[in-house]
């Protein structure tokens, strides 16, 4: 309980505990100052969820980005796996992808600048990753 003097009228003695202004001078709210109050809120409020959200169209941008990559990898590993290889591919091994001039292809070690003719035509210059897809460094010819 508060101590009061023996003075203090029992109405000082509630207004003294009240957790807002009640006094002269103290800070009065008026209506249009609440709407000035919600209008900021609403505003700070609006720019937030706008920065939010050009946050997330980006990273949707990043993540159809990398699925298109992947994708490419993907269908281009499936082409690979269908042509003629005389080895086991092995991973982080720059490869050369030919096509014969019946259509076929084969996958071989030995570049463009090492045959020395132009018996076939070069591809792509390819990579085997470690999840078995392709990643095609050099595309001379669409895969």
Same mark, same amino acid.
């Given at each position: $309980?508060?101590?009061?003097?023996?003075?203090?009228?029992?109405?000082?003695?509630i207004?003294?505990?009240?957790s807002?202004?009640?006094?002269?001078?103290?800070?009065?709210?008026r209506p249009?100052? $609440?709407?000035?109050?919600?209008?900021?809120?609403?505003?700070? $409020?609006?720019?937030?969820?706008?920065?939010? $959200?050009?946050?997330?169209?980006?990273?949707v941008?990043?993540?159809?980005?990398?699925?298109?990559?992947?994708?490419?990898?993907?269908?281009?590993?499936?082409?690979?796996?269908?042509?003629?290889?005389?080895?086991?591919?092995?991973?982080?091994?720059?490869?050369?992808?030919?096509?014969?001039?019946?259509?076929?292809?084969?996958?071989?070690?030995?570049?463009?600048?090492?045959?020395?003719?132009?018996?076939?035509?070069?591809?792509?210059?390819?990579?085997?990753?470690?999840?078995?897809?392709?990643?095609?460094l050099?595309?001379?010819?669409?895969?």
């Open positions: $309980m508060h101590n009061r003097p023996a003075d203090a009228a029992p109405d000082e003695v207004l003294a505990a009240l807002h202004a009640h006094q002269r001078g103290g800070f009065l709210v249009e100052d $609440m709407g000035k109050v919600k209008g900021k809120a609403i505003e700070a $409020m609006e720019f937030q969820v706008e920065a939010q $959200m050009k946050q997330l169209y980006q990273q941008e990043t993540l159809a980005r990398q699925a298109k990559v992947l994708k490419k990898r993907a269908e281009v590993s499936y082409q690979i796996y269908q042509c003629e290889m005389r080895s086991d591919p092995v991973i982080n091994q720059f490869y050369y992808l030919y096509r014969r001039r019946d259509g076929t292809t084969f996958l071989s070690l030995v570049s463009p600048e090492e045959w020395g003719g132009s018996l076939f035509d070069f591809v792509a210059k390819v990579r085997l990753l470690a999840d078995h897809t392709w990643d095609v050099e595309e001379k010819q669409p895969v």
